[in-house]
């Protein structure tokens, strides 16, 4: 659920010629008791939707909350924390985002 709702806010930012790469972050813990083989265990990480600018600065990174029902979109050239869209709206994730490349141009 998460990956489709982050593919529509990448299909609806291509026309707008913003570059984007979604990115799934994995992370694993090794820890050993003596055993020829450690053990580990893994952690996934909600995907994200980072967007960058022409200077290849990072303008805007989208990820889907844990419930699925909602962008969380975080704009640092804005001074923009965190906002949350619904994910019925892509449209305004993608209007924030080209807003936000127009100011730090």
């Known amino acids: 659920m998460h990956n489709k709702a982050l593919a529509v806010v990448q ?27 450690p053990k580990a265990c ?9 967007a960058y600018s022409d200077a290849g600065r990072t303008v805007a990174t989208v990820t889907v909350g844990q419930r699925a029902g909602h962008y969380l979109v975080s704009l640092p050239t804005a001074d923009v924390s965190c906002r949350n869209v619904s994910t019925d709206e ?12 127009k100011a730090a141009a």
């Open 42 to 50: 893994l952690i996934h990480y909600a995907p994200e939707l980072t």
């Open 11 to 37: 299909r609806l930012l291509k026309p707008h010629g913003v570059r984007t790469v979604r990115a799934h972050t994995i992370g694993m813990r090794l820890h050993g008791d003596g055993m020829p083989w």
């Open 90 to 101: 892509p449209g305004t994730v993608v209007d924030m985002i080209c807003a936000a490349l």
